[in-house]
C-alpha cells in the first residue's frame, strides 16, 4: 500500500515535475511511506530532500527547549519556505499523547512564530509555485487513538484515501465531479444558517470563494469549504479534535462579529482558551466546511480524517484561507467538528439546503 499511496501523491495531489525541489518530511516511524515517496519524487526526475524526526522528539523539544528557541526560525526555513516547489508531510507518530504535558504557552508561542512560514508557503501556492500534500501512515499510537487493532485501523486508513479500489485517481476525480456540485451550490448564495444541537450559527460569505478539496493537499480528503467574512451566535462541536497532539472535545463557542467572545471545552479548555489568545487573530472565525467523505464513518481523533468525516460540519478559528478570499492572519488554524445528521441542518439565504447530513439540490 505504502507504493500504491506515494504513487497516488506525487502523481494525481502533486503533479510533480521534472526539477522540483519536494521536501519529504514525517516521523521515522513513517520511513517505509517516506521511502517509497523519495523512489517515486526521483521516477518524476524532480529532486527530493528528506527530513525525518525520531520519535517524541517534539516532546523534548518543549521539555527541555526554552522560549527563545521556540522563537527561532532557522536560514534553512527561510530558504525551504522561499524555494520548495513541494512538500509532502506525513502524518505518523510513535505517541499521539507526547505533547499532553508540554506548557499550552511554549506550544502557542511556536505556533505563533510559524505561523509567518506558513503564510509565505500559502503565498507561493496562490502564485502556482509551491504545492502541498499531508498524508497519514498508520502505527500502534494512532490505532490506539482510534480505538481500533492496527491492522483494522490501517484498512480505516487506506480504505479512506480509496487505495482499496483499482482505480484510486479515478474514485478520486469522482469526488471532484460531486463536490463541484455542493460548490457550485454554495456559491449562489451569501449566507449560512447552521442550526442543531446547542448550536445556531449564521455564517456570511458574501464575496468569497468556495473551494473543492478533492485529494491535492490532504490524503485522505472530501471537504467543500470557505472562509468567512463574518460569523454570530452559537455552536457546539460534538466531536472531539486535536491539535499539536493535545485534545479538546464537546468546544462551545460564541461569536459576534466573527469573533470568539464565549468558550468552553468539556476537555482541554486550557489549552483551547491559550490557543484562543495566541494573537490577534486566533479569535476570528477562518474557515467553514462540510466533511463529504463517506469512506470515514467514524472519529479517530485524528484531524486529518475526522475534519472530512461524512455528514459533518467544521470550522476553524484562525487563519483563513487567501485562495478562499479570506483576510484573517493568525498562527492558529485549528478545525472543530461537528456531527450533522440527527435533526441539524443548514440554511442557505434562507432555504434549507443540507439536512441529516445530505444535500438538497
Not at 523534548?60 to 527563545?68: I, M, R, S, T, Y
Not at 499523547?97 to 506548557?103: E, F, I, P, V, Y
Request: glycine share 8%.
Amino acid at each position: 500500500m505504502e507504493n500504491k499511496l506515494a504513487e497516488l501523491l506525487c502523481g494525481y495531489s502533486l503533479e510533480l515535475k521534472r526539477d522540483y525541489l519536494v521536501l519529504i518530511k514525517g516521523e521515522a516511524c513513517a520511513i517505509p511511506l517516506i521511502r517509497a515517496c523519495y523512489r517515486r519524487v526521483l521516477k518524476c526526475g524532480a529532486h527530493p530532500l528528506v527530513q525525518i524526526n525520531y520519535p517524541e522528539q517534539s516532546a523534548d523539544f518543549f521539555k527541555f527547549g526554552a522560549p527563545h528557541q521556540f522563537q527561532y526560525i532557522s536560514e534553512i526555513d527561510n530558504v525551504q519556505a522561499d524555494t520548495l516547489n513541494a512538500q509532502i508531510t506525513i502524518d505518523s507518530t510513535f505517541n499521539a499523547k507526547q505533547l499532553t504535558g508540554a506548557n499550552p504557552a511554549d506550544v502557542a508561542l511556536l505556533q505563533k512564530v510559524k505561523g509567518g512560514l506558513r503564510e509565505r508557503m500559502f503565498e507561493r501556492e496562490g502564485e502556482g509555485s509551491f504545492k502541498w500534500i499531508i498524508a497519514p501512515y498508520p502505527t500502534h499510537s494512532m490505532a490506539q487513538e482510534a480505538e481500533m487493532s492496527l491492522e483494522n485501523y490501517s484498512e480505516f486508513v487506506f480504505k479512506a484515501c480509496k487505495l482499496h479500489l483499482d482505480d484510486p485517481v479515478k474514485a478520486w476525480q469522482d469526488v471532484g465531479f460531486f463536490q463541484e456540485r455542493v460548490k457550485n451550490l454554495l456559491s449562489g448564495g451569501s449566507l449560512l444558517r447552521i442550526v442543531g444541537e446547542k448550536t445556531d450559527l449564521t455564517v456570511h460569505f458574501s464575496g468569497r470563494i468556495w473551494r473543492n478539496s478533492c485529494g491535492h493537499r490532504n490524503m485522505p480528503d472530501g471537504e467543500v469549504f470557505t472562509s468567512p467574512t463574518s460569523a454570530e451566535g452559537k455552536i457546539f462541536f460534538d466531536i472531539p479534535a486535536n491539535y499539536s497532539g493535545v485534545e479538546a472535545s464537546g468546544v462551545y463557542l460564541e461569536f459576534k462579529q466573527g469573533r470568539v467572545v464565549k468558550a468552553a471545552a468539556q476537555k482541554g479548555e486550557d489549552f483551547l482558551l491559550k490557543m484562543l489568545d495566541l494573537d490577534e487573530g486566533a479569535r476570528f472565525i477562518g474557515e467553514i466546511a462540510f466533511g463529504l467523505n463517506d469512506d470515514i464513518t467514524r472519529p479517530s481523533k485524528n484531524i486529518l480524517f475526522d475534519e472530512k468525516i461524512g455528514k459533518t460540519m467544521h470550522l476553524a478559528v484562525g487563519a483563513a484561507y487567501t485562495e478562499a478570499g479570506g483576510t484573517n492572519r493568525s498562527g492558529l488554524h485549528w478545525d472543530l467538528i461537528k456531527d450533522m445528521r440527527n435533526d441539524a441542518y443548514v440554511e442557505l439565504d434562507g432555504k434549507v439546503i443540507y439536512r441529516g447530513g445530505a444535500f438538497i439540490f
